[in-house]
């Protein structure tokens, strides 16, 4: 017979209220019974609309940055004081400690004249931050992310979040979706660049300030909008719609159906000597001098200017695919497991293939044909990672033996069809995608379209009286 161990019991009640009011030093909730304000409710977002963001860079004067640079410290250092006022309250008293104990604590903070600093940010900004907090404690305990860490100054990103009653937003009638947009704290506009105006009458629901290793600063714009889906894209002369498979590779970084292949950038490769030799001249540099931040900063525009190439590149890759097709197919890959890192036999080899999947973006590509067929209409389907769509024969549906990575074409022995490996998969993953489509479609209720996503994975428990017939 073991021995049970006994599990930590939580505090509540009275108890928990005099050791967060005690020990911890947060107030108790005020209770206002004359008050005549209802209970403040979370703002819904309208019937029929998107919310979409838009990001612009600007040019903060001097007296900006230096209050931008107050603002992501306070920030930073509220998260990190939350955290260990939770961690500690749960460990030391067994109380557990929300997001409303939070901001009461901060209250104290702001009040405290060690951290009267506070003061000089926004307490809405604040918040803001506590509530990102309490969002990274809510995924992990759902076990989809990590328990939360705290923040550095070096290794975190630099960023505050601003809520409506934050800044101010005053459009210009002359241009419209353009205008003045004040932050808190701050008595002058922002010097932004609309490089494209937002919706015309839409108003900015939250703003995020950031300023990445480059040292350049962008605002992104929070906004509800209407978006029109695209019109329905069939076959010529008849209501087939237009599919087309997608096949995700390194050789060529998606290969079609029809045979068309976009060609991998490789921009790490194509800027990799490059960063060596930065990287070289930072560890040659003094620690905490001023040419060390120098060499830094360089590496940093360098990797700013890798990424806006890459994104650039896979946003315009997306939208022709969905503007062109109607139904798209791609093969769930298990990214993460491909990312895991090399060790034993062959741990070199297998760490470029890291490097070149972490060049390629896979996870990218899929997010952006994800949220853009919702917006406009499409279908993605998602074929389960174990369909065998590079060694079967899209001729002739025989299944071959397995293919090393280094295969680029390959023979079928039953129909003596030469495959391009790529091309080939992408055709298998078209057909059993659109199985998959015509399944879910003639379940569907009259009337009804298809959903933006179909993952094979989760058919069986969305359409159980189906799968079995099939």
């Known amino acids: 017979m073991t021995d049970t161990v006994d599990k930590p019991v939580r505090v509540t009640g009275e108890e928990a209220r005099r050791i967060k009011r005690e020990a911890l030093g947060i107030a108790d ?10 209970v403040p409710r979370s703002r819904a977002k309208e019937a029929g609309t998107q919310q979409r963001v838009y990001r612009y860079r600007f040019y903060p004067s001097p007296a900006q940055a230096e209050q931008l640079e107050k603002t ?7 998260y990190n004081e939350a955290l260990t006022l939770r961690v ?53 305990f759902k076990q989809s992310a990590k328990y939360p860490q705290r923040k550095t100054k070096r290794r975190s990103r630099n960023s505050a979040t601003y809520v409506r009653t934050g800044f101010r937003w005053v459009e210009d009638p002359e241009l419209p979706g353009t205008g ?25 629901v939250k703003l995020s300030v950031t300023r990445d290793r480059a040292g350049r600063h962008f605002v992104s714009v929070l906004v509800e909008e209407r978006i029109q889906p695209l019109p329905a894209a069939f076959l010529p002369g008849g209501h087939e719609p237009r599919a087309v498979g997608i096949d995700l590779g390194l050789a060529a970084l998606v290969a079609l159906d029809d045979g068309t292949k976009i060609d991998h950038p490789r921009l790490m490769r194509k800027y990799g000597k490059e960063l060596a030799r930065l990287q070289r ?29 890459r994104k650039d590149m896979l946003d315009q890759l997306t939208t022709r695919l969905v503007r062109e097709n109607q139904v798209l197919v791609v093969e769930d890959l298990a990214i993460t497991n491909l990312l895991r890192p090399a060790t034993g036999r062959g741990r070199r080899r297998k760490a470029g293939l890291i490097r070149s999947i972490k060049d390629a973006a896979w996870g990218e590509l899929l997010r952006q044909l994800r949220y853009k067929c919702a917006w406009y209409g499409r279908t993605l389907v998602i074929v389960d990672r174990f369909f065998p769509s590079t060694r079967r024969c899209a001729d002739c549906h025989a299944k071959g033996a397995p293919l090393d990575v280094s295969v680029r074409a390959w023979l079928c022995a039953e129909c003596g069809a030469w495959h391009d490996r790529d091309v080939n998969a992408a055709r298998n993953l078209r057909e059993e995608g659109m199985r998959l489509y015509r399944l ?24 159980p009286a189906v799968l079995p017939a099939v």
């Open 281 to 309: 001249g930072l560890h040659r540099k003094k620690k905490g001098s001023a040419n060390r931040d120098k060499a830094r900063e360089r590496i940093a525009r360098l990797y700013a200017l890798i990424s806006d190439a």
């Open 88 to 140: 500690g309250a749960w460990e030391q008293h067994r109380v557990s400690v929300g997001f409303a104990e939070s901001c009461r604590a901060l209250t104290g903070w702001r009040q405290a004249s060690g951290t009267s600093w506070l003061r000089e940010v926004s307490s809405t900004v604040l918040q803001q931050s506590l509530r990102h907090l309490d969002g990274a404690f809510t995924r992990f």
């Open 440 to 463: 879910v479609s003639c379940a569907l209720q009259s009337g009804r379209v298809p959903p933006p996503v179909i993952k094979a994975s989760e058919l069986p428990a969305v359409l």
């Open 180 to 204: 003045r947009l004040t932050l808190a704290k701050q008595s002058e506009p922002l010097d932004v660049r609309w490089s494209r105006p937002l919706p015309e009458g839409a108003d900015p």
């Open 72 to 78: 992501f410290g306070a920030c930073r250092w509220v």
């Open 29 to 38: 909730r005020r209770t206002d019974h004359g008050s005549t304000r209802g």
